[in-house]
């Protein structure tokens, strides 16, 4: 199946001042997000929308620019690359030096194309970025196979010497979407289209990734495009059947479509990345410094992580457009890890083009079966369960106590139960630890452990229907006479399997083996199989004889601990155990 | 798997459809994104295989009347037909219910009418059920209620959790229930199901297996909740409306306090579901409009006589009619 793939990045913000630098003008991020690239199959395209300096007004940054676009062709491959401007490659200082210029209309000084674009001009001429207009598309790109045309659209229509939000020539747009696709599009009528702009036409509500209208004033002035100008811009859209909006400018990735009450579908999907430039750590790092908290500035790691985890962080995007329509959005982030650093994929979306759903809809039909039969073969249980954290930001941080196990961060597997696909998934995985894992086989009673194990158990119960199961409270404390007699009449549960949701220090399985072994009085053997496994080595440690256990898993993850360390812990320290405070959206 | 034997009177019935659904459950291809086992309409060629193994050939059934019900099974699996047709041939005193929307018994004209006298599983299922409980989950020594309310006899339901696949037959005559109380109202959307304990997460899982709706739980209703009922809280679906999944309701106080929650958060309680309903009326915590499907129903009179079960509290009057017989709980209070 032919395909292509393009990177979209966005917002990469050079500059020649030495407190304003892209992190771009680093090597060591260059080289790894170059190397995150290296050997992905039919990458041969670039799209940058927008911000490609700090400041308009420095033709050095540009230079810069050029260099960091070398070393991609380079390196990579990159044959394709289109560019529009953003609101920073606007030079206000070019346009306050005509502001006195009698033949110039003050007022309306944005309509200066070639003085407030001066230097990204120049940029675009020499990077031959298939520039057509100077307002409305600013350039395009026809590609084959897969035969797509890239449109680039310019956002900064009504931005001079001050700022505003996103607007767009419609008659310069409408005009050259006329005469470079032809009347209806039917110059590339089958060629999938996708227009690259500067800023967010929309509101992404996080949660949901439900996407609304906006006025240009709900996340700040200038923090999307003027709503009864991107009206208009989208029936130009959809009349020439574009039906991809890439853009950037807010720093933080999202994506979706519309759907609203007043809108059920556009027909448009969004998708804005997050910067790949701004210098995220220098920004928090000022802020710490200016705290004067030295744990915090020692903690300067941890925080990076976290913030870019919760907000604004480095990012790309990968989109992967096949020939027979399904179209597919990665997206990675820069990530802190174990105090490194590294690109890591954060979310994959899958979807299919318009033109081609019927298409799809019968290959999908005829080959069902065999479908299903591979996805089962080479499901990646754990890709799912990470991806679906990640997209739902399942993964708090903040600062929270169970009992006295200090955290700051935790998983809310929550979400898992309480969506039924999600279990299904789970469900698959854990049936599958017990197709391969012999000692699983031959166990003969399941216990869920608390109300997640009692779900996760309704849904693989049957699977087993001649294995004995049951579920008791977490807690031993609260087992009442009934739940007690469960383990009298077990003897030959041996060994002992138990489900769960997330294991960490082990200490609730602990609490519950304790409990069987005082009622038997016997060396057992414990089995724990759990959706995630945040242990710190993979291992919950043995009780010399009483029993020992093993441990399967979905997937694992790593849970950072308070940085206080237990007694030395504030929340620990004043007693406020069962607290629970985690850091809300 | 799932036949009920009433020896009083003599009769054996089998449902075809829960003994569809148990295969279904114990294949794991019924763990996909838009399953909802319970609107299965064709008997599988597997499940066939199975029920054929059925013979009921001792001696002791000779003289049993044996219903096939064939409720919500329209279609059989190809090549599979005269197998079953000529299993139900070779019982003895076979008789078909509910067989009218099925193909494969329209086109050898065996659709048998409903006649008095024939009860359906869900008929039989009730006196089965009373059977059981009396039996297996009923403990007369009582049990002390956190809250001072002291039962005459404690009724186990893990008891039937822990018996094997017993569960399904329960959770499919609520889901059965379910289905009929939905279609005579002429509804047809996903509702969501609401569990705040043990035994209701666990009935509530499997429900949603068969039905197809999303469940949402409170990690127990206390004041150490705060972790779930901010989620919860946060959730898209607090606005929704939910169905109470329980256990065993007796005075409803449980489920009342569920109730609280829900409409706290913004959502709306649609009725409660569960395994047992004490007091048949429950007029004090339900609308007659509300949902209010349960897999057995008690009157308290019937619940008392059949099951010795019974309330009482500190203020209990030594005149009670349990207390008259004598009735003592192992707690010291009477």
Redesign the interface.
Known sequence: MAYRKIVHISDLHFSEKENEKSVLQKDKYVNDFIDSLKGIDSLDTLIISGDIVNKGGSQGAYRLVDSFLQKIRDELGIKNILCVPGNHDVNRNLLLGISGDETVDTERLWEQYDVKLKYYWEFDERNDFGSYQKSGLVSYKVLHNPNMVLLGIDSTDRIGTSDHCGFINIENLAQAFNDVLGEEGGNYKDYIKIAVLHHRPIIYESASQRVTENNGSDIGQYGTCDSENWEKTKKILLAYDVHYVLTGHVHGTQSGQIRSFDVPNDEINYSTVGSIGVDFSREIKERLVLSGDKELVDRFEELVCYESLNGNHNSYNIWTFYESGLVQEEQYKYIVDEGKRHWCRWKTKTFEDKENEHIDKEVFATGVQTASSIIEEVEDYEEKILTCIREHELFKTGHYHWKSTPRLSWIDTSYFFQHKEMMFTIARGINGIFEKEEALKNASGIIGLGIKGAILLSYVRFLFPNKKCSYLPENPKEYNDYEKALFEGSENINPVVMLTDVVHSGSVVKSVANMFYEKKKMYFKVIVVAIIDATPNGIIAKEKRKYEVDLFSLARLKVIDCHGGGENCDIYIKKLANVIEYKED | MFEIINDDQKQIIISLHLEEI?TE??L?TH???E?RVFSKETLSKKCIDNIVQLTFEEKKYSDYECFIDFSHIKYIAPNSGDKLLEWIQNLPNASIIHGEECQLLKENKMCVAYKDGMHDYREMFNDYGKKYIAKNCC?PKGYETQIGICLGV?V?I?KI??D??E??RWCYIIAYDLDKYFLSVNEDKKNLFF?H???G??????L??LL??????V??LGP?N???KV??Y????RTEEFIVVADLVCLGNEFLRAKNIVEYLGGTVKGCVGIIQMNDSIPAFLSPDQVNVFALKYTPKSAREELGYSVRTDFCSAQCEHCKKGGTINNGIS
């Open positions: 148990y459950m114990c794991k763990l996909r994104d399953a403990d404690y186990d893990k959790i822990n094997s696949i569960m399904l569990c304990t043990l035994n997460a666990y009935i509530a899982g499997i949603s297996q197809g709706y999303d469940l949402v739980y990690d127990h150490y705060k972790l779930n989620d919860f946060k959730g898209k679906s």
